[in-house]
């Protein structure tokens, strides 16, 4: 299949300011220049509202009235964030910095005005500095309480919530916080960098091959590689190499959690089913923690568009999806503990326990694997040498920025490959797509086939199969096969290979607890894992291990779609408050053997 049109551009968004504030993918930090266009430009009334009085009246039975002088700091950037300041008297100003010391001051406040961002609803680390240049008062509205006040307040929360998110955007897009020193295709260096991006933290990366100065600037020269690549922490603090736990101690992001706090639902995941879970259970008044190694999103955040998710006709990126639904689960409270593992389901008590990889144990009284799947790996010798090194498994902005005007091949048939194909289409020169089969009609929805067709620079080669991969540090040639040669029978020079050919559920943390699963190991919910026990017909997300429920693409036999997913995570709360009202009532159910 060769494909006969130019590639098709994202359409705009009905909202693009909410898509930016996860979607980082749309601002890749440029150190020392602005974005060329922002569209926060056309919206600093909603970033910097003024209250009118009658609004300030409605905030007050929320926080307490607190005094600066002047030349006061009120807050430095990863101090706990102390909740939304809302001037009463006198001018706050706020000043971003980086690691490297460089301060750029964003605004000064009057009254009427407040200082606060997304990390604020959560109690995360402050991403600015805080001063106040004038004698001044302000209400001081702790986290828990500017929660109760963006639900409490509706329409007065909604223009305080668009403020925090486009503020957050606007840090992000101006690149403070730590600087990432290395060789811009070095994998650590690329793994960090997505996993601040994916998780909203402003930064900025400074590539010492297109940026020698930078170097000598940063007095780095002498350091040898093994230092690379180098963190410069907003405080100063540098880390050599660090990884991605090592990088969030640096910067105040490793949650912590309330000694001796039963949770009602602790859910392993915060992909589309984990996060859907959050916002519906918090939003009844269950105690919820969400935990996730990675970023909010999962699956769905390696998605450039997403067009098939009800009520969004034009498409969304996976990545602001998931920002909105990790705000919405922060602003009903939602305990969201991110990057963080669990290792163990410790099920056989009362109360569960998980414990995470750092040995700390969360109790719960019910637990939702919302785990999800990641995708398998190909078996392809030497592939562990090129992973990060020319193989990815995702294909985000920084992928794509790697493959700009050069050719990337693609391997799976799926819909999440079509995705893939059809980004990348933007930025590759040519984009070669492998698959076993005959074609994509059986295993890639219509849309994306038709999109597909329309790309002059995607190429289909149908029974077509990797057999070797080679190059010296950085992958540089690929050795394929298809049905009209034999093996090896094709070499293509190639600096980019993305693999996704389908995906393995994320169980290893359940082997600690007796959770059934199919042959395949997918975890069984309802009637396959009671083994047909019709006391818990009504439990169709629960597993085999009564209070432990399984939803969305870790679940068996689920639909692995994002709205399928959200649905679960929705669905399995009604069967959480049975459950917690039975166990209040006395009932214990004994596990399925
Ligand atoms: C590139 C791509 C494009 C896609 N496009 C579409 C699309 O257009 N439309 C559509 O409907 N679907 C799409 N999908 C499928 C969709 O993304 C998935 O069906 C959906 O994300 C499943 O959600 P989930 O929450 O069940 O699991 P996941 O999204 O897999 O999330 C699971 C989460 O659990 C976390 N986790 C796993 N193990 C642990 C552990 N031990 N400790 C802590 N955290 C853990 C992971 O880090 C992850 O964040 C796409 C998938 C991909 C990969």
Request: with cysteine; charged share 20%; hydrophobic share 40%.
């Amino acid at each position: 299949m060769e494909m006969t049109q130019g590639a098709s551009q994202p359409e705009a968004s009905p909202d693009p300011v909410a898509d930016q504030v996860a979607n980082q993918a749309a601002h890749e930090p440029v150190v020392g220049l602005e974005a060329p266009f922002s569209v926060l430009e056309t919206r600093k009334h909603q970033m910097f509202p003024t209250l009118t009085p009658a609004e300030i009246d409605r905030v007050r039975r929320f926080g307490t009235v607190a005094s600066f002088k002047a030349g006061e700091t009120l807050f430095c950037i990863g101090d706990p964030a102390p909740g939304m300041h809302l001037i009463l008297t006198g001018k706050l100003q706020i000043i971003q910095r980086d690691g490297l010391g460089n301060r750029f001051p964003i605004t000064d406040e009057g009254p009427g005005q407040f200082l606060a961002e997304v990390g604020q609803l959560s109690g995360k680390p402050a991403l600015v500095d805080a001063v106040a240049l004038e004698d001044s008062t302000a209400l001081v509205v702790p986290p828990e309480r500017l929660r109760a006040l963006l639900v409490a307040e509706a329409d007065l929360g909604e223009r305080i919530m668009r403020a925090l998110i486009l503020r957050r955007v606007g840090l992000i897009e101006r690149g403070g916080g730590p600087v990432l020193v290395g060789k811009g295709t070095q994998p650590l260096l690329l793994a960090l960098q997505a996993f601040l991006r994916r998780n909203g933290y402003p930064h900025k990366v400074v590539d010492i091959d297109t940026d020698p100065d930078a170097m000598a600037l940063l007095d780095v020269s002498n350091a040898p590689a093994s230092d690379f690549p180098m963190v410069i922490c907003p405080d100063g603090g540098i880390l050599r190499a660090p990884d991605e736990g090592q990088l969030a101690s640096c910067l105040g992001l490793v949650p912590e959690f309330t000694p001796d706090h039963v949770y009602d639902v602790v859910v392993v995941g915060a992909g589309p089913a984990g996060l859907a879970t959050a916002v519906y259970a918090a939003s009844e008044g269950l105690s919820v923690a969400v935990i996730d190694c990675r970023s909010p999103g999962g699956q769905a955040g390696a998605s450039a568009r997403i067009e098939n998710y009800l009520g969004f006709p034009t498409g969304i990126s996976g990545q602001a999806l998931a920002g909105r639904a990790f705000v919405q689960a922060l602003k009903f409270g939602a305990h969201v503990a991110i990057p963080l593992e669990v290792s163990a389901l410790h099920c056989g008590e009362n109360p569960i326990r998980i414990e995470l990889t750092d040995g700390r144990m969360v109790p719960t009284r019910t637990v939702v694997i919302a785990s999800g799947a990641q995708y398998r790996r190909a078996e392809i010798e030497s592939l562990d040498q090129y992973e990060g090194r020319g193989v990815y498994y995702w294909a985000s902005p920084v992928e794509a920025k790697l493959c700009k005007d050069e050719h990337a091949m693609l391997v799976g048939g799926g819909n999440s490959a079509g995705q893939a194909a059809v980004y990348l289409a933007s930025h590759a020169a040519e984009v070669h797509m492998l698959v076993r089969g005959e074609g994509l009609e059986a295993t890639m929805s219509r849309y994306l086939i038709d999109r597909l067709k329309g790309l002059p620079n995607v190429f289909l080669h149908t029974h077509a199969q990797i057999t070797a991969m080679e190059g010296d540090g950085w992958l540089s040639t690929v050795r394929y096969k298809e049905r009209s040669c034999g093996p090896d029978c094709i070499t293509r020079p190639m600096r980019h290979v993305f693999l996704f050919i389908g995906a393995a559920p994320n169980t290893e943390w359940l082997r600690s607890c007796n959770v059934t699963t199919d042959p395949k190991g997918f975890v069984l919910t309802g009637y396959e894992a009671h083994q047909s026990c019709t006391e818990r017909a009504d439990y169709t997300l629960e597993t085999s291990v009564p209070g432990v429920f399984a939803i969305g693409d870790v679940r068996s036999g689920s639909t692995k779609r994002v709205a399928a997913a959200v649905g679960e995570g929705a669905a399995v709360v009604a069967q959480i408050h049975r459950y917690l009202a039975g166990m209040q009532a006395g009932q214990t159910v004994q596990a399925v053997a």
